[in-house]
């Protein structure tokens, strides 16, 4: 089947029109109806319903153009998994990713992408809640977790290394804890839900954060509301070392504990639903992102020590 006149009927399934269709693939009018002429004749069904003015898809054309998209998908992944695709991309990559990292490390390197990438579309949704990808129509993820979901696919972005901080008023009036017992008697911000997590020492010893029979003091789902909290002084949080760095390196905030880390196996991975195949456009974003991110991680260029 021939797929660039499979590329002109999803254009002119898309634009309503077959001279535009036709213009953007660089084709004249009268050529690019003659291919659609042709690949009607092909598949052997009327696809497009036409007017003077537009064109519609036939009901035939409705149940074709997902095959038809899927094929042209299939074609630029396997040219691009050969080095050998386009060296732009067109169409809507739906990415959803946590807010805070998205604000801090993606927002601002994305004018970067669109310089390469000019014809494609990014929605972003941002939560700091996961999202179901197949059910929310997401092409890709980015999560801070263990990967454990059999359904998706991915690739590591980064190490999450998760640590517990302060700040120094709040350290200054209550003291410093010594050893993991001591935290039992301080205020605990939990962030998420306040399920116990390991707390290892560089020794491998591990203990729980927060302490067992601990109330936390505040629990919340914001990533930036959860660090603003711990640097305000209400007490002592786990996070993200790529959330924190700026403020340790400040002295906003200070490490407590500092030869212990969490240690459940989370890192920042790029899921996307198993069932898909890796796109021309879910392609160039993950390599973006891999390369911006992944290869150099900002947080650890000028982390404390």
Not at 231 to 240: D, V
């Amino acid at each position: 089947m021939d797929t660039e006149a499979l590329r002109l009927f999803i254009l002119a399934a898309d634009k309503r029109n077959i001279s535009a269709a036709g213009r953007d693939l660089g084709l004249a009018p009268a050529v690019a109806s003659a291919w659609l002429a042709k690949l009607e004749k092909s598949v052997g069904a009327h696809l497009l319903q036409r007017s003077t003015r537009k064109v519609s898809l036939s009901l035939d054309g409705a149940e074709f153009l997902p095959f038809a998209r899927d094929i042209v998908a299939r074609e630029d992944a396997g040219r691009a998994a050969l080095g050998q695709g386009k060296a732009q991309v067109s169409g809507t990559l739906r990415f959803t990713a946590p807010s805070t990292f998205a604000q801090m490390y993606i927002v601002p390197i994305l004018p970067r992408f669109f310089d390469a990438q000019p014809n494609l579309t990014l929605d972003l949704r941002l939560s700091d809640k996961q999202v179901d990808l197949i059910e929310g129509s997401f092409d890709l993820a980015l999560r801070n977790a263990a990967m454990k979901d059999s359904s998706l696919r991915g690739r590591k972005l980064a190490d999450d290394t998760r640590i517990l901080c302060a700040s120094p008023d709040y350290l200054s009036s209550r003291g410093t804890p010594a050893t993991p017992d001591d935290l039992a008697h301080h205020d605990i911000l939990a962030f998420g839900s306040a399920t116990p997590r390991p707390l290892v020492s560089a020794s491998r010893k591990a203990t729980l954060f927060p302490p067992p029979n601990t109330k936390p003091k505040l629990i919340n789902d914001d990533g930036n509301s959860h660090r603003l909290a711990t640097i305000s002084g209400l007490g002592i949080s786990a996070n993200s070392l790529w959330s924190v760095h700026e403020d340790l390196n400040q002295g906003r905030l200070a490490r407590v504990l500092p030869d212990h880390q969490l240690g459940d196996d989370t890192a920042l991975w790029l899921l996307y639903p198993q069932a898909n195949i890796m796109s021309a456009k879910l392609r160039v974003f993950m390599d973006f992102l891999l390369t911006e991110i992944g290869r150099d991680p900002p947080w650890l260029r000028h982390s404390p020590t």
